[in-house]
């Protein structure tokens, strides 16, 4: 089965810092890769996915994330963050027709105003 | 539309106590999931749905049980409640597979 490997537990920026985090995953075939947030309090919502096509995504609020095959990854940035960012964000990845979605540990985003 | 919704919110439970946990959507979604959220783990995928009536393990089974009688619900049980099931506990759904929306969780808690 794929797993989700997300580098950073915790990262701490100050507002208008710019933001990347990291996701390797370990599959070898076609994959389908999301970004979830999730806000202090409330639960998962959708950032972007990539299926196919153009590897560079966009996603709400600013943010967007580089499909790199040859290295596994799908690393999510943003070029200038705002304490409303503040929040934890899990990457998550499944195979096409399988429904056992494998999320990272999360990343915990903390920005200072 | 309210989207995916869980009752209850929150639960204590004393081991060996037996509870439902129940997930609802109005998306006519095919597909429902459960997951837990521990902390540092992330979330882990328990049962799965992909149509009334079908269900199939996950990545983290055991102790657990699903039921999809109907469509729009997926119910999910506990037995005999352990302290390794304290989590927050999240149900899913999606239409073929793809993105999942999340109901707003379940806390429990197990003494």
């Known amino acids: 089965a794929q797993s989700v490997s997300q580098h950073n537990h915790h990262v701490i920026l100050s507002e208008a810092a710019s933001l990347e985090l990291g996701c390797n995953y370990s599959?070898?075939?076609?994959?389908?890769l999301f970004w979830y947030v999730q806000y202090p309090g409330q639960h998962l919502q959708l950032l972007l996915k990539?299926?196919?096509?153009?590897?560079l995504v966009k996603g709400i609020k600013g943010f967007e994330a580089e499909f790199i095959k040859s290295k596994f990854s799908f690393n999510l940035r943003k070029p200038s963050v705002q304490w409303s960012d503040t929040a934890e964000y899990f990457c998550?990845?499944?195979?096409?027709?399988?429904?056992?979605?494998?999320f990272g540990a999360g990343t915990r985003l903390t920005v200072k105003p | 539309n309210a989207g995916v919704t869980q009752t209850p919110k929150f639960r204590v439970l004393k081991t060996g106590q037996s509870m439902t946990l129940l997930c609802a959507q109005d998306?006519?979604?095919?597909?429902m999931y459960w997951y837990r959220q521990d902390p540092g783990m992330g979330l882990r995928l328990i049962h799965y749905?992909?149509?009334?009536?079908?269900?199939a393990k996950g990545e983290v089974p055991d102790g657990y049980n699903v039921s999809r009688l109907k469509k729009q619900n997926f119910l999910l049980g506990l037995e005999s409640a352990a302290p390794s099931q304290t989590s927050v506990y999240f149900c899913a759904s999606s239409w073929e597979g793809f993105e999942q929306y999340f109901g707003p969780g379940t806390r429990l808690t197990v003494t």
């Open positions: 749905s992909v149509g009334e009536g079908t269900t």
């Open positions: 990539y299926f196919s096509g153009d590897p």
């Open positions: 998550a990845v499944n195979a096409p027709n399988n429904n056992d979605m494998r």
């Open positions: 599959y070898g075939g076609t994959v389908n």
């Open positions: 998306m006519n979604h095919e597909y």
